[in-house]
């Protein structure tokens, strides 16, 4: 079951490494920070913002 986030939220989360915005992956409920190649994961509907928590991304899922 995907859950949608918050519109407003997703306008002001940026990227803790990198400073920039995040995209969004509704089927995969992830964060995705292309320039740092990570993606925050989404639990419950609360993203969870920490690189320790984060994984790497493949080159293949990374938008340039």
């Not at 859950?3 to 964060?31: G, N, S």
Request: hydrophobic residues 40%; proline residues 6%.
């Amino acid at each position: 079951m995907t859950q949608e986030i918050d519109a407003k939220l997703l306008e002001i989360l940026v990227c803790p490494v990198t400073k920039v915005p995040l995209r969004y992956d509704a089927d995969k409920q992830e964060l995705l920070s292309d320039q740092a190649g990570l993606a925050y994961p989404i639990r419950d509907g609360i993203p969870v913002m920490l690189t320790d928590e984060a994984r790497q991304m493949d080159d293949n899922e990374i938008q340039k």
